[in-house]
């Protein structure tokens, strides 16, 4: 049976489901979910050019959006069309996300020693581009940035950094952005390089007062969410989740060593924060962990570095939880022909009852029209455009609003450290019962 703590989840989730028809009837109903919500008011709004002030100095680059917009500084760009940080501006640029004014925009690399490389030149050409469309601010450190008003007379606004970099970075990031100031931190997957480093930022935030929230964007994807609405309806059910990348064999090696944190804290790490966010699993709450020894593949490789990695070429479990959930994963590196895809099934009495998968018929073809027209582009990007564009509505609105606790469906970082403490848990656990 399902928790009370999950069973309170789940309601938040079916109400943002089934309320989603009637949103699209009334956009300015009140008590619709905002995940609903937010889909709506993306496609209807756009954003404006930032204000600029000539008596300002450069330091000062949190130009304030007013009640209605909450001001995002990007830490960590990336290479247009390449990186996770420049898509996140892209949307925030182009109006994508209504309550969000990226006001400034943090890479060191690009910026700095990277700048006369080819994508650092790629990466400075679009600079000054969105300098000048927008009067969006470039900077090499959090140092350059500034939280303050324009004018007296210009009141102050919430501001929300968007931590976008290199993984074992983000501890350092996370501390220099509260040092600033900011209101809250949206923090991209998986936070930190280790249990450790993660639950020390969660104090140093908790500590400051500073709500961190996480870029885990299954957690408002649709299918996950259909899937969680019937397991509640259906008593002593049971969900597999599955999740299948188009990495081709001969890959992997390149692939073990550019992830050598492994897949439990890579890949994976997003089903493991579902279910530490939805099924109560954490390492403590942990009752039993059935490995599929007939699906899962535990390979050594040599990576282009001469190095050898062990990880999952792929892997299958199931988790019982004290609290009587069951639940299991199936994660695999080259499970895919065509670009990728997971899957959510909910199971009784070992008949399926229930499937949703992403990307669907639908998203399938506008992936691949859009893939085509921009080959350049990462094709996940068109994957998950919608999750992102959610993702970032629900933080900067929830910022806004001055709400306590986190934005609807969204993890925390509590959930991460949840999420991380499993993956740590179980890699060792599950590579011994493998190797046997």
């Not at 209807?44 to 204000?51: C, H, I, V």
Request: net charge negative.
């Amino acid at each position: 049976s399902l928790s009370p703590t999950m069973m309170r989840s789940l309601l938040v989730l079916v109400a943002t489901t089934t309320a989603a028809a009637s949103a699209v009837e009334q956009p300015q109903q009140t008590g619709v979910s905002t995940i609903s919500r937010s889909k709506i008011i993306l496609s209807t709004q756009q954003s404006q050019p930032l204000r600029s002030s000539a008596d300002s100095p450069v330091s000062v680059l949190c130009l304030r959006g007013g009640a209605t917009k909450c001001d995002v500084w990007l830490i960590g760009c990336g290479v247009p069309k390449r990186g996770m940080g420049w898509y996140h501006a892209k949307q925030i640029l182009e109006g994508d996300v209504p309550t969000a004014t990226l006001t400034a925009v943090v890479e060191p690399w690009f910026l700095g020693g990277g700048k006369e490389s080819p994508p650092g030149q790629t990466f400075n050409s679009w600079a000054d581009e969105m300098k000048s469309k927008y009067g969006t601010a470039f900077c090499q450190s959090v140092d350059e940035l500034e939280v303050t008003d324009l004018a007296p007379a210009d009141p102050q606004g919430p501001t929300l950094a968007l931590i976008s970099g290199r993984t074992a970075d983000n501890p350092r990031l996370l501390k220099e952005v509260i040092d600033k100031g900011v209101s809250a931190v949206y923090l991209e997957k998986p936070g930190a390089p280790t249990v450790s480093e993660l639950e020390e930022m969660r104090e140093y935030a908790k500590k400051k007062g500073v709500p961190v929230y996480m870029g885990y964007n299954k957690n408002v994807t649709p299918y996950v969410r259909k899937a969680l609405e019937v397991a509640m309806k259906t008593p002593g059910s049971t969900t597999t989740y599955v999740h299948n990348n188009a990495y081709k064999v001969d890959e992997l090696p390149e692939c073990f060593e550019r992830n050598a944190e492994g897949m439990l804290k890579n890949m994976a790490i997003h089903e493991l924060a579902l279910l530490a966010t939805y099924w109560g699993v954490t390492v403590d709450n942990i009752k039993s962990v059935k490995p599929d020894a007939e699906f899962s593949q535990v390979l050594t490789l040599t990576g282009p570095s001469g190095k050898k990695f062990t990880d999952f070429h792929k892997v299958g479990f199931t988790i019982e939880t004290k609290d009587g959930n069951v639940i299991t994963l199936y994660i695999d590196r080259c499970g895919s022909d065509s670009g990728g895809n997971s899957i959510a099934i909910v199971s009784k009495d070992g008949k399926e009852i229930f499937r949703a998968e992403t990307p669907d018929e639908q998203l399938q073809k506008h992936v691949k029209k859009a893939a085509k027209a921009d080959p350049e582009m990462m094709p996940y990007f068109f994957l998950q455009s919608d999750d992102y564009k959610t993702l970032k509505q629900l933080a900067t609105e929830h910022v806004l609003s001055g709400g306590e606790g986190a934005p609807e469906g969204m993890a925390t970082i509590d959930i991460a450290v949840d999420a991380l403490k499993v993956a740590e848990y179980l890699t060792p656990l599950l590579q011994k019962a493998l190797s046997k």
